[in-house]
T-cell receptor, first 110, second 116 residues
Framework: KAGVTQTPRYLIKTRGQQVTLSCSPI?????VSWYQQTPGQGLQFLFE???????NKGNFPGRFSGRQFSNSRSEMNVSTLELGDSALYLC?????????FGPGTRLTVL | AQTVTQSQPEMSVQEAETVTLSCTYD???????LFWYKQPPSRQMILVIR??????QNATENRFSVNFQKAAKSFSLKISDSQLGDAAMYFC?????????????FGEGTQLTVNP
């Protein structure tokens, strides 16, 4: 089976712009979670989607949003980008207990 | 809320030797899962091993084993016969079994260096 894929792998944006990241889960996986990884804050949970519904949400401002489509693919959107949003954004999918991660999208905000 | 703590920011080991990475966690729950993930320089998070809290037996996956002490809320990872490919950042993670969802809470990570 193909693993979790994320696009794009690298992204450079400027402050105030918005960005959309995409995640395709492993075939058959219905849960998709998003995490932000930064050197200062470590790995932090953003949100989880299951069957097109947000099931859990982390402690991030409303500028961070997401959605899931009927084929389980997920997107996350960050509006009005700030310098502090520069991070590696990881997506993970699961069918049961274990989450399997994608390679991440490296976002740089200038 | 649950917290996970990895008190060793960096560890090093000689090739072929054994190393133990420490992890402690805080939770009021009795049913949960614990994981060790590995993140090599490629940044791809890879599952190393998983432990269910209701199982007393420590999980083992080839050269990787855990020492799970539920009462002490401790979950250490032992890597035997260390190989150069084991060099990576290792994260300990917690997942509740009592609330819905797959949310993982991660520790700060331990950077493991393997010396030839």
């Amino acid at each position: 089976k193909a693993g979790v894929t994320q696009t794009p792998r690298y992204l450079i944006k400027t402050r105030g712009q918005q960005v959309t990241l995409s995640c395709s889960p492993i075939s058959g996986h219905r849960s998709v979670s998003w995490y932000q990884q930064t050197p200062g804050q470590g790995l932090q949970f953003l949100f989880e989607y299951f069957s097109e519904t947000q099931r859990n949400k982390g402690n991030f401002p409303g500028r961070f949003s997401g959605r899931q489509f009927s084929n389980s693919r997920s997107e996350m959107n960050v509006s009005t980008l700030e310098l502090g949003d520069s991070a590696l954004y990881l997506c993970a999918s699961s069918l049961g207990v274990t989450q399997y991660f994608g390679p991440g999208t490296r976002l740089t905000v200038l | 809320a649950q917290t996970v703590t990895q008190s060793q920011p960096e560890m090093s080991v000689q090739e072929a030797e054994t190393v133990t990475l420490s992890c402690t966690y805080d939770t009021s729950e009795s049913d949960y899962y614990l994981f060790w993930y590995k993140q090599p320089p490629s940044r791809q998070m890879i599952l190393v091993i998983r432990q269910e809290a209701y199982k007393q037996q420590n999980a083992t996956e080839n050269r990787f084993s855990v020492n799970f002490q539920k009462a002490a809320k401790s979950f250490s990872l032992k890597i035997s016969d260390s190989q150069l490919g084991d060099a990576a950042m290792y994260f300990c993670a917690y997942r509740s079994r009592e609330t819905s969802g797959s949310r993982l809470t991660f520790g700060e990570g331990t950077q493991l260096t393997v010396n030839p």
